[in-house]
Nanobody, 120 residues
Framework: QVHLVESGGGLVQAGDSLRLSCRGS???????VGWFRQPPGKEREFVAA???????FYAESVKGRFTISRDNAKTTVYLQMGSLKPEDTAVYYC???????????????WGQGTQVTVSS
């Protein structure tokens, strides 16, 4: 069993930066970990993912602004978000799975989510 806990969300202004953390347990370090977000009234969408060998994947909408990384010693994956925009406002979830990166259905474990609000 893998337990995921997100942290780091908050209220920021457009142009600011924020770092989200996803701390895992169990076999976390052996899994692909992804960040998804769910804006109000919309579907959960892919943001970024990192494989167990630290290959990274990004949605086009965040490329160049967000960076995903992992620290296996701390069993934590980070999402560094920069140049934030109001449209980045959402609940951000981390998920962990075995394969693929972009699809909600491919992730087995999920955290409870953390709210990110970007004001204009």
């Amino acid at each position: 069993q893998v337990h995921l806990v997100e942290s780091g969300g908050g209220l920021v202004q457009a142009g600011d930066s924020l770092r989200l953390s996803c701390r895992g347990s169990g076999t976390f370090n052996m899994l692909l970990v992804g960040w998804f977000r769910q804006p109000p009234g919309k579907e959960r969408e892919f943001v970024a993912a990192i494989s167990r060998t630290s290959s990274t994947f990004y949605a086009e909408s965040v490329k160049g602004r967000f960076t995903i990384s992992r620290d296996n010693a701390k069993t934590t994956v980070y999402l560094q978000m920069g140049s934030l925009k109001p449209e980045d406002t959402a609940v951000y979830y981390c998920g962990a799975g075995v394969q693929s990166a972009y699809t909600v259905a491919d992730y087995v474990y999920w955290g409870q989510g953390t709210q990110v609000t970007v004001s204009s």
